[in-house]
């Protein structure tokens, strides 16, 4: 069988290496895609089938590009070689659009959704990508908290007239929070000046 060209020693060494873990660490646009497009040919040459690969990027438009480049390639040698090899190939390539070349996302939202059931996952969840609705759900789980603490509740009726107010306020404290440089150091200080003072015997109107 014909070797791939175009690679230096250390990048032919990545596609045709064999039985070992292989990290190739290279800056963006030097052919790390290309290596590894490379590679899956190789071994879909040797006998694998498509199907056994699990390739994962950061992107699906990535994921995609791959897909394309390995059409690409198995098309060329497909139109080199004959025989039994030419039959596994043409059986490759009619499976590429099945296989596991996706981003990490994809690969995890198919898992739940193939056995999220065994770890109490329902197969009607959703994905949430709204940061929003996230912050709102948040917000209101951590005022549902500390509304068991009596410090809180006073603070609560003292200055917020319902809680759609808190909510807000909340939101609008996070909303600050964003462009403070040291949040905790803020958080510890606020918690000491105010909710400390609420904490004090003789403060606060219940004892006025």
Not at 60 to 80: C, F, N, P, T
Not at 94 to 101: G, S, V
Not at 123 to 142: E, K, P, R, V
């Amino acid at each position: 069988m014909s070797r791939v060209s175009g690679f230096n020693a250390q990048q032919e060494e990545a596609v045709y290496i064999r039985n070992k873990h292989v990290l190739v660490s290279a800056p963006a646009g030097s052919g790390k895609t290309r290596i590894l497009v490379s590679r899956i040919l190789e071994l879909l040459k040797e006998g694998v089938h498509i199907d056994q690969f699990l390739v994962l990027t950061f992107t699906q438009a990535a994921a995609q590009e791959m897909k394309q480049r390995l059409v690409g390639m198995l098309e060329e040698e497909i139109s080199r070689c004959d025989g039994e090899l030419k039959a596994h190939l043409m059986r490759q390539k009619e499976r590429l659009p099945f296989a596991y070349i996706t981003n990490f996302h994809g690969f995890c939202n198919q898992l739940v959704g193939m056995y999220g059931y065994l770890v109490g996952v329902d197969q009607g969840y959703q994905i949430l990508s709204d940061n929003a609705f996230l912050l709102d759900q948040a917000i209101s789980a951590t005022i549902d908290e500390a509304s068991t603490d009596p410090i809180f509740k006073e603070l609560r009726y003292l200055y917020f007239k319902d809680r759609e107010e808190l909510h807000a306020f909340f939101k609008q404290l996070y909303e600050m929070m964003q462009a403070m440089a040291d949040r905790e150091a803020w958080l510890q200080t606020l918690d000491q000046e105010v909710y400390g003072f609420m904490a004090r015997p003789g403060s606060g109107p219940a004892s006025q």
